[in-house]
């Protein structure tokens, strides 16, 4: 006879959103068990409010340190599953980045071989590092050489040939390039798919440090006549701010409309990095 553990088992491995994870279990058992209740999971955990796992999975309960093992045991985690879920509830209610990270990390340890791809590791890797996005972007150059001092040589920010060989075979690796068959040259792969959970967010607001790290070094080092940067503060109804993002965002589409005819047909012969911050500098009247 299975046991009650075996029964209700529902792997957590990929999971990136723990109240997803709930829900989805609470699903589970209730498709699998009759008479599978809110009010049987809080009797589970030791809880005294009935609908605690409900107010949870709707976002209006938070899941503290002290709970989690009762979580656990109602759930019927434990050993690596019962250290995923507890990385997995401090990633998401972590209050800065560096600690999001570092429960990232722990989340890709924990995580079998097979489930890796379902934590979308890959674009968060992809990200994490300005030289990912610009080196698969070099790969149009029309004298790109697949030389990793060559490559090495013409990038602004500095990266080692080993550091751009290991870049290379990463975005080999996960799909992010692909060997063009016969000639055996590397171009690009259209189906580059992130998550739209928290991962992607976290990767997101990296790759934007980085980048703009990369602005700092190139105010530094490049000449005026090679960049291009201005500023410009104003005053704006908070109504008009919406219309601003879409402004930025219809100008920012445009331009990469624009590049892409540009170097049609193999023109290209420079990697662009274009940012665009908009942001207050003043805080609104409290209402």
Not at 91 to 117: G, S, V, W, Y
Not at 177 to 187: F, Q, V
Not at 243 to 262: C, G, M, P, S, T
Request: proline share 4%; charged share 25%.
């Amino acid at each position: 006879m299975q046991s009650t553990a075996k029964k209700f088992k529902l792997s957590i491995f990929g999971y990136t959103d723990y109240r997803t994870y709930l829900k989805d279990y609470y699903s589970f058992r209730k498709e699998s068990e009759r008479g599978y209740s809110y009010r049987a999971f809080s009797k589970a955990a030791g809880f005294t409010s009935p609908n605690f796992l409900k107010l949870v999975i709707e976002g209006d309960r938070n899941v503290s340190a002290q709970v989690i093992p009762q979580f656990c045991k109602a759930l019927h985690l434990e050993g690596t599953s019962a250290e995923y879920f507890t990385a997995l509830v401090r990633m998401n209610q972590a209050k800065n980045d560096e600690e999001k990270d570092q429960c990232f990390a722990i989340l890709q340890k924990l995580t079998p071989h097979h489930k890796r791809r379902d934590l979308h590791s890959e674009g968060h890797r992809y990200l994490s590092h300005w030289l990912y996005p610009t080196l698969r972007e070099m790969i149009l150059l029309n004298d790109f050489q697949e030389d990793p001092y060559w490559i090495s040589r013409r990038l602004l920010g500095t990266a080692s040939p080993a550091e751009v060989s290991s870049a290379l075979s990463f975005l080999l690796q996960e799909g992010f390039i692909r060997r063009d068959e016969p000639s055996g040259k590397l171009t690009l792969e259209d189906n580059m798919v992130f998550s739209s959970d928290e991962v992607r967010s976290l990767a997101i607001r990296n790759y934007h440090r980085q980048m703009l790290d990369c602005a700092k070094n190139a105010l530094e080092k490049l000449p005026m006549e090679q960049r291009e940067f201005g500023a410009i503060t104003f005053v704006l109804p908070e109504a008009s701010l919406e219309e601003l993002k879409y402004r930025l965002k219809k100008f920012r589409d445009d331009l990469h409309n624009w590049a892409i005819q540009a170097a049609s047909g193999g023109k290209g012969d420079s990697v662009v990095q274009l940012n665009i911050q908009m942001f207050p500098q003043a805080k609104r009247t409290a209402p």
